[in-house]
């Protein structure tokens, strides 16, 4: 069974206006393809360090969810790294920063 997707540009706006609505700053650092554009989200904790999120499927459903590629935090070096090869490989992404101290990053998916 297909899970059906969200297009890319709807799920973002959606997304900063959830985290706005809690606070927290955030705003598209790259836009990608509108229709099916990959989604990376950055959590900036104002404090040199960030959590960097992927969206995956998962199992049998393609239950969607939130990988962490580098880790519980990474600092903005490592952080600028990880998107530019990202960019390179496919320039339609979406990188999304949202800045918020708790590390929240306002997604309903389960973050593994």
């Known amino acids: 069974m297909t899970v059906p997707r969200l297009k890319a540009g709807i799920f973002v706006r959606a997304l900063i206006r959830r985290a706005e609505v809690a606070g927290a700053p955030a705003y598209v650092v790259r836009k990608g393809s509108e229709e099916s554009g990959a989604v990376f989200l950055r959590v900036n904790r104002l404090d040199g360090t960030s959590l960097v999120l992927d969206q995956a499927r998962r199992g049998a459903e393609g239950d969607l969810v939130w990988v962490k590629p580098l880790g519980d ?32 990053a306002f997604v309903d998916e389960p973050v593994v």
Do not use: C
Request: proline share 3%; charged share 50%; glycine share 4%.
């Open 73 to 104: 935090s990474a600092d903005e070096e490592k952080t600028r790294a990880f998107f530019d090869r990202q960019v390179k490989f496919d320039p339609d992404v979406w990188i999304v920063e949202i800045e918020d101290r708790e590390g929240r």
